[in-house]
C-alpha cells in the first residue's frame, strides 16, 4: 500500500500546481492566482510538519522519505510562504502572465521538494530540471521599461550557463555510471569504494560536482549571478539567491558519498574553490552601487563559505553547511524584502537609495540591519552562528590557513555591508518619501527578524535536528 502520508507534501504541491494552471486558463488575475499559491504554500507547510516523521523508501528505491528531506521540505515551504509574501503584487511582472509566473514558482518549490528525497540518478536529475526551468522563464517575465530589455539577456545567460554546467554534470555521471552500471546513490557509493581514488572517478565526481557548484555560484561557475540578480525582478531574484542554494547544498552532499574518509583530492579542489570564491566575491563587491549586484557578489562569497563544510569531510561540516544555508535564506530573503518595498515600480536600486531609511521606514530599516549585519556575520545572528561552525568544521580536520583565509575574508565582506548601513541609518532622507507597508509585508519583516535572532541566540534545535537526520548522504 502506498503510504501517502510520506508523500503529502508532494502530493498537495501536486494538487496546489493543477489548481494554479486551472487559474492561468482564465483572464490573468494576479490576486486570484497569489492567494491561491499563498493558500497552497500554507498547506504545504502544514503538510510538512505532518509528515517530519515519515520514513519510507518508494519508487522501487528511487525516492527516500528520511529525517533530512522532510526537515529540508519544511524549510523549501517556509521559504516559498516567505517569497509568496515577499511579491506582493507582482508590480514589476507583466500583467498578462501574473498567474503563470505563481505557477512557475510552485513548479519549482515541487521540483526542490522532490530533488531533497531523490536517490537514484534519473530521479535526481528529473528534479534538478524541474526546479531550474520555472526560473528561467521567471526571469524573462519581467515587464520592460523605457525600450530595455535588461531581463531578456539576463534569462539567456541563466539558461547558457545552466545548459553548459548541466552538460559537464551529465558528463561526469556517466563516468560514473560507467565505472559502476548503476544510477542507484547508494549502490553507486558502494561499488564505487575501490576505484575511488582512480583518476577516471575523481574526475567524473568533479564534473558532476560542477553542475552543482554552478547553481551555488561557486567560482568559476558564477559568471550569471551578478547579471540575473539585477535583471530578474526584485521577487525572481530574492528566489534566485535563496531556496536554490539549500537545494545545491544537499545535492553536494549526496555526491559527498561517493568520496573516500582519507580523500585528498577532492578537499584540496573545495579548498581551492572555496577561497576563490570568497576573494572574488567579496572585493567585487566592494565596488558595487547597485544593491542587488552587491548581493549577487557577496552570494558568491558565500556559496565559498559553505565549501568549507565539504572540505571537512565529516557530518559536523555538513549539518554546518546545512544551518549556513537555512540562515542564508531567511537573511538573503529580509534584504530583498527591504529592496520590494523601498523600489519604485518595481525598478532595481542602489545603495544611495536607501539613504534615511530609518525615518522613512523604521521596520525595514530593522529588517535591512538584521538581514545585513547576519551576511556579515555579526554576533548573534545566524550568519555568526553559521561561520563559527563552518570555521571549526574546517579547523578540527587541520584547514587552519583556509580558516584563517575565510575569516580575513570575513572581515573584509563587513566593510561593504557597513556601507549599505551607513546609507540607511546615518544619511538624511532629502525628499524621500515615508514609506506605507501593507499587513502582509509588516508580517513578513516581523518573521524574518524573529527567525534570523532565534537562529542565532537558540541554534541547538536546528543543530540537533540536523545532526539527527544526517544519517550518510545516501543512507547508511
Wanted: proline share 4%; aromatic share 10%.
Amino acid at each position: 500500500m502506498f503510504p501517502i502520508a510520506a508523500f503529502l507534501p508532494e502530493s498537495v504541491l501536486l494538487i496546489g500546481a493543477l489548481v494554479l494552471f486551472v487559474i492561468t486558463l482564465g483572464p490573468s488575475d494576479a490576486r486570484k492566482s497569489g492567494r491561491a499559491a499563498l493558500a497552497i504554500a500554507v498547506v504545504t507547510v502544514v503538510a510538512a510538519l505532518a509528515g517530519l516523521g515519515q520514513h519510507a523508501v518508494l519508487f522501487d528505491g528511487a525516492y527516500r522519505v528520511d529525517a533530512l528531506s522532510q526537515f529540508l521540505k519544511l524549510i523549501f515551504a517556509i521559504g516559498f510562504v516567505l517569497v509568496v509574501l515577499l511579491s506582493g503584487g507582482l508590480n514589476d511582472i507583466r500583467q498578462d502572465i501574473r498567474s503563470e509566473y505563481h505557477l512557475f514558482l510552485l513548479l519549482s518549490l515541487l521540483g526542490f521538494n522532490l530533488l531533497v528525497s531523490s536517490i537514484e540518478l534519473v530521479t535526481l536529475i528529473v528534479s534538478l530540471e524541474l526546479s531550474s526551468f520555472p526560473l528561467f522563464l521567471a526571469v524573462a517575465m519581467r515587464r520592460e521599461r523605457d525600450g530595455q530589455r535588461k531581463q531578456l539577456e539576463s534569462a539567456i545567460k541563466y539558461i547558457m550557463f545552466g545548459v553548459a554546467a548541466n552538460g559537464i554534470m551529465f558528463f561526469g555521471l556517466s563516468y560514473l555510471f560507467g565505472l559502476t552500471g548503476t544510477t542507484s546513490l547508494p549502490l553507486m557509493a558502494e561499488k564505487l569504494k575501490p576505484v575511488i581514488s582512480t583518476p577516471l572517478a575523481v574526475a567524473g565526481l568533479l564534473m558532476a560536482l560542477a553542475g552543482i557548484w554552478y547553481k551555488l555560484a561557486v567560482f568559476p561557475f558564477h559568471f550569471w549571478t551578478p547579471d540575473v540578480y539585477q535583471g530578474a525582478s526584485n521577487e525572481t531574484a530574492g528566489l534566485v539567491a535563496s531556496l536554490p542554494k539549500l537545494g545545491a547544498v544537499l545535492v553536494c552532499y549526496r555526491f559527498m558519498a561517493f568520496c573516500a574518509p582519507d580523500s585528498r583530492v577532492v578537499p584540496m579542489v573545495l579548498a581551492i574553490l572555496a577561497g576563490a570564491s570568497m576573494l572574488y566575491g567579496n572585493l567585487i563587491a566592494m565596488a558595487q552601487d547597485d544593491f542587488k549586484r552587491l548581493l549577487g557578489f557577496s552570494g558568491i562569497a558565500h556559496a565559498g563559505y559553505a565549501l568549507l563544510g565539504f572540505v571537512a569531510l565529516d557530518a559536523a561540516g555538513y549539518g554546518a553547511a546545512f544551518y549556513y544555508m537555512t540562515g542564508y535564506l531567511l537573511m538573503v530573503l529580509a534584504c530583498f524584502t527591504v529592496i520590494s518595498r523601498v523600489s519604485k515600480d518595481g525598478e532595481n536600486i542602489a545603495i544611495q537609495d536607501l539613504a534615511g531609511l530609518h525615518r522613512r521606514s523604521p521596520l525595514l530599516a530593522a529588517t535591512l540591519l538584521v538581514g545585513v549585519f547576519g551576511l556579515a556575520g555579526i554576533p548573534p545572528l545566524a550568519g555568526f552562528m553559521g561561520k563559527l561552525a563552518l570555521f571549526t568544521a574546517a579547523l578540527k580536520q587541520g584547514h587552519l590557513a583556509l580558516v584563517i583565509f575565510a575569516v580575513l575574508n570575513a572581515a573584509v565582506a563587513v566593510y561593504y555591508y557597513l556601507s549599505v548601513v551607513r546609507e540607511a541609518i546615518f544619511k538624511d532622507p532629502g525628499d524621500k518619501g515615508v514609506i506605507t507597508l501593507d499587513p502582509a509585508t509588516r508580517i513578513l519583516c516581523v518573521v524574518l527578524i524573529v527567525a534570523v535572532v532565534t537562529l542565532g541566540v537558540v541554534p541547538g534545535p536546528v543543530f540537533n535536528t540536523i545532526g539527527a537526520a544526517l544519517v550518510g548522504p545516501v543512507g547508511r
